[in-house]
């Protein structure tokens, strides 16, 4: 299709890709006035939306401190810079009352989702929202490339087709690798490279790790609800770098056919993909199984019957049985009973209790990551407004820049705040 120039003075944009940044931004743009036209390059537009919360789509977080709560290799200044263009309330309010959604709690895990459940309500009534303001939507419509138009004063799109698109400015709400199926491949991440953009390299974030179970058995599909997993730093890291170990904020974890995984797993994972995918010191995660404290367990282990069994002491604690025989086989103490135990193996067993290094060889990549870690720097990003300190009239938001949040609806925070400040200053013109 022919490429026509955007009218001055432009207040036209095109949103690169829509989703959960997209559909916000497209819906800012629009009610600042711009005329707004979608690209998505899937037959559907939203389909990660659809997909999140196991469906359900946990919308927000119920409260958020962000030092704690995301993740990045630029500034925590300039993080804190986007988010405090819209605060927490301020989000739910434009959720509800613009949306018209409906908002539950869910008090054990601090989210809010749809009353209704359903993801798709939070898709479609986005959709519905943006269409009732003039955002025209073409699916199916795959960007290759982008490149200044001198000529229009502003930018040209190539389409996978061949056809082309002009326009004053653009927000690129790409996303990133994760979840391929949904059309997430990194195109984004090229594009913006070849335009001069430095990124910290992309790596899987929020996916479950593979490794061995103890005793090398298969413990897949056993859970636990109030583990405690945390992440140290590789052996002389900590001590060199001034580094510290982190706990994960979530307690549920799960044993699965090819290794680990869970919210607690999922909070620290991070970490070790990252180490993996670029080569560095790999970090060391371990599991407190029960949560309890060692002094606990040692009294346990003191005042026990005679004639209780390591094993069944376990057990009449908590630990389920599959795990405590596997930790028992683990340290040769089939059959062992409590009175029998050498100091040392009370001290091995411990360790095994409350300290138990998690084995890993790899990760599931990112066809089960939730998000991308790494991106387009902050520092290249005016983080008052969301434009490209590189490409004027450029505007970037979601899962391009080095952002993510952990698990539990601060991503979606994440996109909501990212694309409202690209949509609202896409339509005026940076300012």
Known sequence: MPCRAVPSPPLSG?????????????????????????????????????????????????????QRDFFTESSPSALRAVFSSWSLEGCKQWLEEDMGLQLATEADSFKYFPASNSSREVRDRMLAACQRLGVR???????TGVSRDAEAAGWRLRLE?????????IVMATGGLSFPKMGTDGTGHRIVQRLGHSIHPVYPALTPLKGSHPADGQLAGLSLYSAEISCLPAAGEGKKNKKKGQRAHRSAFLFTHRGYSGPSVLDLSHSITMALERGTAVPVLQANWLGDSREAW??????????????SMLRKHGLPQRLSEALCAELGLQDRRLAELRKTERLQLLEKLTEYPLAFDGHEGYA????????????????????????????????????????????????????RLAGIHVARGGR
């Open 14 to 66: 095109l949103v690169i890709r829509i989703d959960t940044p997209g559909l916000t931004a497209a819906f800012f743009a629009a009610s600042e006035g711009a005329e707004v036209t979608v690209l998505e390059r899937t037959r559907e537009v939203g389909k990660k939306i659809l997909i999140s919360g196991g469906a359900r789509c946990n919308v927000l977080p119920m409260e958020v401190d962000i």
């Open 137 to 143: 939507v073409q699916c199916k419509a795959p960007v």
């Open 161 to 169: 087709d061949g056809s082309e698109h002009c326009s004053a400015s």
């Open 298 to 311: 040692q009294e346990r282990i003191d005042t026990g019957a005679g004639a209780s069994s390591v094993s």
């Open 368 to 419: 089960k990551a939730e998000v991308t870690g790494g991106g387009v720097r902050l520092s290249e990003v005016d983080c008052g407004t969301m434009e490209s300190r590189l490409l004027p009239g450029v505007f970037l938001c979601g899962e391009i820049l080095d952002v993510f949040g952990r698990i539990g609806g601060f991503n979606f925070y994440w996109a909501w705040v990212s694309g």
